[in-house]
């Protein structure tokens, strides 16, 4: 059985640790901006979407952003080209069933 004295020392030592722990530094998760200098095609979003992969889509006024969690991929309409977009103004963003997306 502990004794009175034998119960300060175990307070005393529970709330000297707790102290101890509450002066170590605490990190926590850190922001990051992206801008239309180097990042993003344009600053007016219509819609994000991530697909089945992991890649975040990012419908923009002025083109098609894709992120791969390193850099970023512009898609823009290219002039005579059939395989770009139809138009550079993006609204809207989707993927069907078998990960197809448009």
Known sequence: MLTYTG???????????LFCLSLL?????SGKYYTTDK???NSLVNKVYQDKKGFIWIATENGLNRYDGLRFSIYRNTPGDTTS?????VRTLF???QGISG
């Open 7 to 17: 119960n300060k020392k175990i307070i005393y030592t529970f709330f000297g640790i």
């Open 25 to 29: 530094p605490v990190y926590s998760q």
């Open 39 to 41: 990042d993003l095609s």
């Open 85 to 89: 977009l139809k138009n550079n103004y």
């Open 95 to 97: 993927e069907d069933n």
